[in-house]
């Protein structure tokens, strides 16, 4: 191995496992000549699938495990017995700093609960955030929680908005990203009281973005923040509403092309300009899902992802290892946390 | 007046006032016959509008009055000094038995916290809900809360239940309605206290429909249940998150169609097919936010809607009063409440 980034993969998570995580790492090399991999696996499984793709199988070392993590267990039982999974052993590549970052589609909440106990949270970050990226009508959202944590009070909401701003700013290349707080309406004195106490805290603190204020839930796609902020209940409900809609969407699209003659023509007329919108909302590209504020890069994979998504998954970490992300979590939450007023404010 | 369904109108409230709601009673009146309007609001934008609907006019009563509440005025400014507002008197119009149900497009927390104080809530409930109706894969869902309550306990959550219940079943006709908990996932372990509370309770009472357990944001569009409970601070964010795709796709949709010539043929083609797809999901079918669980049918309509929005919304109402639904909820109630289990469960 060289000095190149190097990620830790979980080859067994997901429903596909290692089928789609060679190709998508052999893919993922071809375009970022800087990655290496650590890929743990059933050899009988991987070893086969190496030996399609010469490039990867020298630019990564196998290690075999045969114990995988289920997607059914729960991560007390996950954390009890999954000692020598192809997760845990992941995990433990990047704490023992022979892996940059982690990519896995297993267990989410074992995936959580590892790479928190194994790798800790960065410093003076209370609870790591599960993020992603979003299309919108102008561009693109970060967004977080979207369901590590179901209660947050306004401490932890500043410090995803943090999260969320350094990601926007270092990654994204948004100067000063403007973050909003997910609520029931734009006035000041709605919503509950954790949400109205961050709302405070953010609009007197500096960090590496501007506070924009209270959004609602049809400006997450409408562009007008580049960080959504809200707890992991409502970003979960919210994200997996909108996958939701945008189903039942193509749904109906599809019966109206299928519904006349003149539809179907109508339909083959448009195909490129159709697949090219495809292509634009393809949940495939917005595939990854970081774990933000752990000490360590660790992106969860979609479970059902194919080889696409699980390259751009690993690309997502590749993004945050690249860009030193954490090292600027690092700094600027430093700098949060010698605020007069954001020590006021939620009194720590 | 005779003995028909008389439905209390504060034609002053949204952007649109009369202009929307004289032609929109119309409508709804051409096609229920046994419909009776009282109309409040200022002569001098009613009258002339009146004197367009001959039909209309003689089956309505009107009542001027010049004080409207702003959509920006907060509720309890509106209760202060809102008393002889066109939407106050429409309130008490149906709190005097002059009317069977309101309908307003005005102030949405002025008009709950009006109807709660002037028509209170049905005996034994104890905070009414928002309620909507939107598309699904294979017909209608009924979801609860939008935006009434932010915070809900496992009593709560459980009368949204029944209220959401009893809507699907005497007004949808559907026989056993299947009732679902918005979740951030299916396990029985997920979520939090509140709603695992509810889960525990449903499981166990009799109530107008059957518990389906968990469901996630996915679950409401793809038609999983016939009713989605969940509290006000979500149930608005999903809401408003599924409003922001559907403009998001169309957005992509209308792009999509102008990029090529090729593609604005195949538009041209498919433009009748087009069309059926967007009446489906034509947010104005599904205007009318219904107030269940007040003491008196009460329909908010939405702020920006036309006439055909506006119709919607009227006969939401009309349908409310003619399946007699609130005396269904009140017998329902009583019903859960003589429970063991229940009693047991909520410690009433």
């Known amino acids: 191995m060289t000095n190149n980034y190097i990620i830790a993969l979980d080859a067994m998570g997901g429903d596909f496992g290692p089928s789609v995580y060679i190709p998508a790492a052999a893919n993922a090399l071809d375009k970022q000549k800087d990655l290496e991999f650590l890929i743990y696996g059933d050899k009988k499984i991987v070893r086969p699938l190496l030996d ?4 990867l199988k020298k630019h990564s070392i196998f290690h075999h495990t045969d114990i995988t993590i289920s997607s059914h ?6 954390l009890r017995h999954g000692k020598d999974s192809s997760m845990r052993l992941a995990i433990e590549a990047v704490r023992d700093g022979q892996a940059h970052g982690i990519v896995s589609a297993g267990n989410t909440g074992a995936l959580m609960v590892m790479s928190k106990l194994i790798l800790k949270s960065l410093p003076g970050i209370s609870r790591p955030a599960i993020a992603s990226v979003m299309p919108t009508q102008n561009g693109e959202v970060v967004m977080l929680d979207l369901g590590a944590n179901l209660v947050c009070d306004a401490e932890i909401l500043v410090q995803f908005a ?28 709605k919503g509950h009281d954790e949400i109205r106490a961050a ?24 562009g007008t923040v580049d960080v959504v902020v809200t707890d992991g209940f409502t970003g979960n409900v919210a994200l997996k509403t909108a996958e939701g809609v945008a189903k039942l969407t193509k749904h109906f699209l599809t019966e109206a092309f299928k519904s006349s003659p003149l539809a179907i023509m109508g339909y083959l007329l448009s195909m490129g300009a159709m697949k090219k919108m495809k292509d634009q909302v393809d949940p495939r590209k917005y595939n990854g899902g970081m774990f933000l504020g752990v000490n360590g890069v660790c992106v969860k994979s979609h479970g059902s992802s194919d080889a696409l998504g699980t390259e751009n998954a690993i690309l997502v970490a590749a993004d945050l290892i690249r860009n030193d992300f954490n090292t600027q979590v690092a700094e600027e939450i430093e700098k949060l946390m010698g605020q007069e007023s954001f020590v006021e404010a939620v009194g720590v």
């Open 52 to 55: 399609q793709h010469e490039k």
């Open 73 to 78: 267990d729960k991560p007390s039982k996950a």
């Open 162 to 189: 943090l999260l969320g701003a350094v990601y926007a700013k270092v990654v994204q290349g948004v100067a000063t990203p403007s973050v909003g707080l997910l609520n029931v309406g734009t006035e000041e004195m």
């Open 199 to 222: 709302a405070e805290v953010l609009s007197t603190v500096k960090f590496p973005g501007r506070y924009h204020g209270f959004i609602e839930g049809d400006d997450i796609t409408k």
